[in-house]
């Protein structure tokens, strides 16, 4: 309950949090929401000494449309993506899934930057970014880069994001109008983390599936861009041999733990099942 002690920082731009971060080195942690790092300080298994607190960067904050592109500042609450008219209409799934996470309070508070950039396995909206082509802007000492959603992850609580560097945006490809999409996922109570969980995003034209993109949550040691049981779908009619095989497709990549959400062998099966419904649900959502 009692987190280590530290130094309170609070810069208002993005060079200045940089700056900091250069000088404090692996000494210093960023704070979004803090719904996932003080948790953490709390138990000791983060004890940074200096804390470097983003809520004061103004440009970090809000949801617009650039271009084809969706962007969304790494400081935007799950509260505000929740409730966002943009992307209701845009991009539907980001909403739905951002209903599925935590609760109202950690909503308030929780960013979605922080839960892409923290890199656990649990976290939601990794998966949907990666089944949404995203790419999260990382701004270091050097300028900004961008990195895909889909090469992001590296294991668990380790990512592409470099010590001196600051998530500031992600950036979605506007999905076409008229696309399916569908979170589901699996758990044992509000707030808790998936036991498994899969994002679908598919176009369907004359009945017959243009595209299709997959992603898996919490059965790996990182979330999971499921290339091929997408590309199963693709040029069919979405019917079950070619459900079917997506859902095998799936299930083979996946290498859950098993923990109090169950043995592995059945996180895998209900990552399956996941996908069975999620696909059903974006097909009837699309058109
Ligand atoms: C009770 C409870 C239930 C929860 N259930 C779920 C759930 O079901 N699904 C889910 O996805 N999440 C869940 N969460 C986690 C919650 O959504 C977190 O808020 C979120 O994962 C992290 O966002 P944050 O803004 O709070 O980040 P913080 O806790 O402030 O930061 C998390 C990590 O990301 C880093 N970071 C944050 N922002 C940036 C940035 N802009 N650039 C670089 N690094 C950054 C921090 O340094 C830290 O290492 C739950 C949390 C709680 C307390």
């Known amino acids: 309950m009692i987190p280590g002690s530290f130094e309170y920082h609070r810069p208002e731009s993005v060079d200045g949090a940089i700056a900091l971060l250069n000088e404090h080195g692996d000494e210093a942690r960023l704070l979004a929401g803090g719904h996932s790092l003080i948790p953490m300080m709390k138990l000791r298994m983060a004890v940074p000494s200096h804390i470097v607190d983003l809520q004061a960067i103004d440009s970090l904050h809000g949801i617009s449309e ?7 500042g790494a ?8 409730i966002s008219d943009l992307l209701a209409r845009k991009c539907p799934i980001i909403p739905e899934a951002a209903a599925l996470i935590a609760d109202p309070q950690v909503r308030y508070c929780g960013t979605i930057g922080g839960n892409v950039a923290n890199g656990d396995p649990g976290n939601d909206m990794p998966a949907i970014m990666q089944a949404l082509g995203a790419r999260f802007r990382a701004v270091g000492p050097n300028g900004s ?5 889909r090469d992001y992850y590296e294991a668990a609580y380790f990512t592409e994001l470099e010590e001196n560097e600051v998530l500031t945006q992600i950036r979605i490809p506007t999905p076409a109008a008229g696309h399916g999409a569908a979170y589901e996922k699996q758990k044992r109570k509000i707030g808790d983390y998936a036991t498994a969980a899969a994002a679908v995003i598919l176009t369907v034209e004359s009945g017959r599936c243009t595209s ?3 992603a898996l949550t919490n059965v790996a040691s ?3 861009y499921a290339e091929a049981a997408a ?15 997506a859902v095998r497709l799936a299930e083979e990549i996946t290498e859950p733990t098993s923990d109090g959400r169950g043995p592995a062998d059945f996180r895998t099966h209900v990552a399956g099942i996941m996908v069975r419904r999620a696909i059903a649900r974006a097909q009837k959502n699309a058109g």
Request: proline share 2%; aromatic share 0%; charged share 20%.
């Open 66 to 72: 650039d271009g084809g592109e969706l962007v969304i």
């Open 231 to 245: 590309g199963a779908l693709v040029g069919t009619d979405l019917g079950a041999d070619a459900v079917d095989t």
């Open 222 to 224: 990182t979330p999971l």
């Open 212 to 214: 299709a993109s997959i």
């Open 75 to 82: 400081l935007t609450t799950q509260h505000e993506v929740l």
């Open 145 to 149: 880069r961008d990195i895909a959603a």
